[in-house]
């Protein structure tokens, strides 16, 4: 089976969840920590090389404050949860502003915890006008000089995207990244993820075709 | 029921249809002429403003060279055909290489035909990294800013991505314009297109919610 390198989450339907089960819209995130524990665990375990969360946008910052400070509170312990891991793990997002939180400084630079292993990437106040923000005038359509001057350089190509919560947009995801990721939706809610989730979109990856635009 | 402002088009698929047809590879490119107008008039028809067409990529020229010709013959053709109906056409793409093909030269500055109306915009030897390759050093994350820098500035937001062919992935289109596009995959080839796709499309579209991140 042909396994992705490179895995985005968009871990979506928090708030949907939260509603449906009768409860206030910021109380589904803190639901959302396990199911990132398990999928960190899966993809460990069949080999995959980078995983990137999408933790919460610029965009996402203009919810109403109970909801940003839940999510925010949500990202810093999934961070803090996934540092007792074995896993090489970066935090990316503009941190030079006050929507970013101080407790995940210390994890903007790469670090090796445990054992290492998978990269894995944490989106925090993530933006795509951050992201591009640094590009610099080269009109050269040099490929590699653009990579190199986005704020996420660290992070690679992303093979395979998966997005919970059945929404069909990349909600702004790593704009150049993603150019050629495939994309797999899953209806349910972020909360009620399953190990079977993951191992059908990798058996639907399995059968696309990689040809670049070739 | 509500229209989007914008569509984006990925016309893929005419490959495998030919081949399915018992037709070597190239034969499909000219079979996706008569669908090109069939959906600018039922964009047309609905009250749709802006529709772009992915015409072909840098990537894609990187194929044999007879589908290189046979896909920008195609394009050619595409353009001049849509140049008798109602629209205010631009042609979009690096026209400083030898890839672009010359007679679509005239169309690279916006210009009304007929009696103009929608803006179709025709994406012709495209690249992300030709799109992107002119931002300027600002780090302002100013959103404005960077969009203006873009070489396709004059190509809005997308609202709809409607991709023919299975594939589920962006493959370079418009990425930052495409930030938010809701995206429908149609599993038909493009040179089986029929009216009820587009519409299947646009149900489905009404559907969604848009919240921006919000």
Redesign the interface.
């Known amino acids: 089976m042909r396994i992705p390198n490179h895995i985005g989450v968009i871990p979506d339907g928090n708030r949907r969840w939260s509603v449906n089960k009768g409860f206030s819209k910021e109380k589904g995130y803190n639901s959302g920590l396990l199911p990132g524990l398990m999928l960190f665990q899966l993809c460990q375990k069949v080999g995959v090389k980078e995983l990137t969360y999408y933790g919460f ?4 910052t ?2 109403p404050k109970v909801q940003r400070e839940a999510f925010t509170k949500a990202c810093v312990e999934a961070v803090e949860m996934l540092s007792h891991e074995n896993a090489d793990l970066l935090v990316v997002g ?1 941190n030079k502003s006050p929507m970013f939180p101080k407790e995940l400084l210390p994890y903007t630079t790469r670090k090796t915890f445990g054992k290492g292993g998978m990269k894995v990437n944490f989106l925090v106040n993530y ?4 992201d ?12 590699k000089l ?1 990579t190199n001057c986005l704020k996420t350089n660290d992070i690679s190509r992303v093979d395979l995207i998966i997005r919970w919560g059945g ?6 995801f790593l ?2 990244q ?8 899953i209806d349910d809610y972020w909360p009620e993820f399953n190990k079977n989730h993951f191992y059908e979109a990798l058996n639907w990856y399995n059968s ?1 075709d990689i040809t ?3």
């Open positions: 946008t610029t965009d996402n203009k919810r503009n933006g795509w006008e951050w591009l923000g640094n590009l610099m005038e080269n009109d050269s359509n040099n490929r653009i929404r069909r947009r990349l909600s702004g704009p150049v993603s150019i050629y990721s495939d994309f797999y939706v696309q670049l635009g070739g």
